[in-house]
């Protein structure tokens, strides 16, 4: 086994305004299901693509954003690994117990100089739907929506982005892939665990614990056609796309969900391994490295959060 | 070696890193995206339409409307009551004067301030 440690983004909880409107877009538009609703209202999703528990949980609230993203890690010893060396490099680490959120094991937490919080778990139960694993069909149920595969990544904003960079490298194993580097400073990171081009990415930001976007990964670029079909179709509201990203060579399409949290759409992007150097970008080309076509940043990119 | 950098300032609306051998009209392009130019003849501040980001604050001078829900990170209890609003969040229930308000962060602890016209 090449991967160990934290293998991969595991699931992320958000903050919605309007719970049914939430489900519904999560559910009919993305195209996930509903696993499950907790005790307090929180609700747990996952695409029937996904074997665990659930990726995304929402949680109804009066403020829009990201309450906390977590990585699975490959085996539970890895928590007390991991604690050990976040509470090392400095950063005081909380316990979450086993069924918190339900099918999930034992939880660590820390916050990030950024301002977000981190958790890392290493068990989730499966749930249903999900994939076959014997003589296998593409697909066991008919994907709909806009058909997500899995929750992909996060990108983050905040302050201290360059404090994250060192921290999650030293204390959390991961590899900077990609980076913008402005005359002023560090602007951006996109960090991975494994061999996907970003697992989470930050942005330079003066308030702390923003939510950018959260990205589902689509089959292809045809899907991210379909995807904008049914963003127009819906009247759901759309940022920008569908447009490639330069930096990961993502397919993307940016839309906000109705509590005005972003969501992605994302097809393709290189694969990581770790023996490569980090990507650099500078001022003159950033434009082309966050959209592709347009070659320039659009308004929105840099200053709407939730 | 690194192409050398000029600085281009667009009186009245900001400043523009552009580099040797670059359209000035790209560095400024460039600048937009930054929003490091001000007062341009500017497009409505839009952000995400649902309440979530607060890019579209305005304040209701006169007129009646319906209020959905809309972050309270953005636009608080009093603030709603005061007529501060998001306008992507509110339905007339008769002719409305607004005044634009956009938002801008001005400390890492996160508070807005009025964005200067």
């Known amino acids: ?306 | 070696m690194a192409p050398q950098r000029f600085l281009v300032t667009l009186d009245g609306h900001g400043q523009a890193n552009c580099y040797e051998g670059e359209r000035v009209l790209v560095a400024l392009e460039r600048a937009q995206g930054f929003g490091q130019l001000k007062n341009l003849p500017r497009r409505l501040p839009v952000g995400c339409r649902r309440g979530g980001c607060g890019i579209c604050r305005v304040r209701v001078l006169a007129g009646e409307y319906q209020s959905g829900p809309m972050s309270r990170a953005c636009v608080s209890a009093e603030d709603e009551a005061a007529g501060l609003v998001l306008a992507c969040c509110i339905y007339p229930l008769s002719d409305l004067s607004l005044r634009l308000e956009t938002p801008v962060v001005v400390k890492a602890k996160g508070e807005r301030a009025l964005q200067p016209v």
């Open chain 1, 1 to 306: 086994m090449a991967i160990t440690g934290i293998m991969r983004p595991g699931f992320i909880q958000i903050r919605v305004l309007d719970m049914p409107a939430a489900v519904e877009f999560y559910t009919k538009r993305i195209g996930l299901h509903q696993v499950t609703e907790g005790p307090d209202g929180r609700v747990y999703l996952k695409s029937a693509d996904e074997f665990d528990h659930h990726s995304i949980v929402l949680r109804r609230a009066d403020s829009a954003g990201v309450d906390a993203a977590a990585f699975k890690c490959l085996k539970d010893s890895d928590l007390d690994h991991y604690e050990k060396r976040v509470k090392e490099y400095g950063f005081a680490v909380d316990h979450v117990k086993a069924g918190e959120q339900p099918g999930v094991g034992r939880r660590i937490g820390f916050t990030i100089p950024s301002g977000h919080r981190i958790e890392l778990y290493a068990h989730a139960d499966q749930s249903d739907p999900k994939p076959r694993i014997h003589n296998p069909d593409v697909w066991d149920l008919e994907p709909h929506g806009m058909a997500a595969r899995r929750f992909d990544h996060s990108l983050l904003y905040g302050p201290d982005i360059e404090k994250n960079l060192d921290f999650f490298e030293k204390a959390l194993d991961f590899r900077c892939a990609e980076r913008v580097d402005m005359p002023d400073g560090l602007l951006a990171i996109w960090l991975t665990a494994g061999m996907k081009a970003h697992d989470i990415a930050f942005v330079k930001y003066p308030e702390p614990g923003k939510l950018h976007h959260v990205a589902f990964e689509l089959e292809n670029w045809n899907a991210v056609g379909h995807a904008a079909d049914i963003i127009t179709r819906y009247e759901i509201s759309v940022d920008i796309g569908p447009t490639r990203h330069g930096i990961t060579r993502g397919q993307t399409i940016y839309f906000f969900d109705p509590s005005g949290n972003r969501c992605e759409v994302f097809a393709g992007g290189y694969t990581y391994y770790p023996d490569q150097p980090t990507r650099t970008w500078d001022e003159t080309q950033v434009g082309k490295g966050i959209f592709y076509y347009e070659r320039v940043m659009n308004e929105a990119f840099l200053s709407v959060v939730s």
